[in-house]
């Protein structure tokens, strides 16, 4: 038995040229993006990811969707998790039935919660000050997600607002550049919760690691035994430890 290596994928594993200190070698790309903006390993991330993926079960946990995930080009040959944990691909590439129709529940009964975030920034922003969509996979509408075109302080604008909007049945994540509304029902941590469960690791003595940079993402890191955290992230900077003694 490997080790099991839960790990989210952007600014973890890769990341955007532009928050790179050097313009990456292209045979470090790591993801293409439709609008250009590629993301790439630095030489430290590459070494890494060899390592994990030749000496562990490593598993992606990710807001991207099936779509934008098979746009990584690391060879993950595991379970991945996608969609912010509404999708749990098995190793075949099939969503998993019973997650599936568990998470399609879950997204259903707040798809009017969704809607009305999109209404609001249709009706109540200029229009190109932001792109906003909901991200849907395998025919399901699962989380609405904002990004500011000109500065990512510009989510300010809106956040509170958003929040009213979306009430208790959606979960705010911001980092960066990203806004998102999620519901309540949906979470990394809940498919890692069930596929730690499916794969038998409860109880057993295999080490199971939980990697990621957003402080949206300790959840699903907690539900591991160790928590992995990238030195340049959202949870390192925040405050957690005094920095002098
Ligand atoms: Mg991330």
Redesign the pocket.
């Known amino acids: 038995m490997r080790p099991v290596f839960f790990s ?5 594993v890769f990341q955007t040229a532009r928050k790179m200190d050097a313009p990456p070698p292209p045979e470090r790309l790591a993801a293409e993006a439709l609008n250009g903006s590629h993301s790439y390993m630095t030489a430290g991330q590459d070494m890494m990811i060899k390592w994990l993926l030749a000496s562990t079960r490593f598993i992606p946990v990710t807001a991207r969707s099936s779509e934008a995930l098979a746009r990584c080009k690391l060879p993950f040959a595991d379970y991945q998790i996608c969609t912010n944990g509404g999708v749990i691909l098995t190793p075949e590439g099939m969503p998993d039935a019973d997650w599936h129709a568990r998470m399609k529940h879950e997204a259903d009964a707040v798809a009017s919660g969704l809607e009305n975030l999109m209404s609001f920034m249709a009706r109540q922003t200029p229009a190109g000050r932001f792109r906003y969509w909901i991200v849907e996979d395998f025919g399901v509408g699962f989380y609405f997600c904002v990004k500011s075109n000109e500065d990512a302080r510009r989510l300010d604008d809106i956040d509170a607002e958003l929040c009213e909007v979306a009430r208790a049945a959606l979960v705010r994540h911001r ?1 960066d550049n990203n806004l998102s509304f999620t519901p309540a029902g949906i979470s990394k941590r809940g498919a890692v919760q069930y596929l730690a469960e499916k794969l038998g690791l409860d109880g057993s003595s295999v080490p199971v690691f939980g990697m ?3 402080l949206t ?1 300790l959840p699903f890191m907690a539900a591991c035994d160790m928590l992995v955290i990238p030195k340049k992230s959202q949870i390192a900077q925040t405050k957690l430890y005094p920095e002098d003694g």
């Open positions: 989210d994928l952007d600014d973890t980092n990621g940079d957003s993402d």
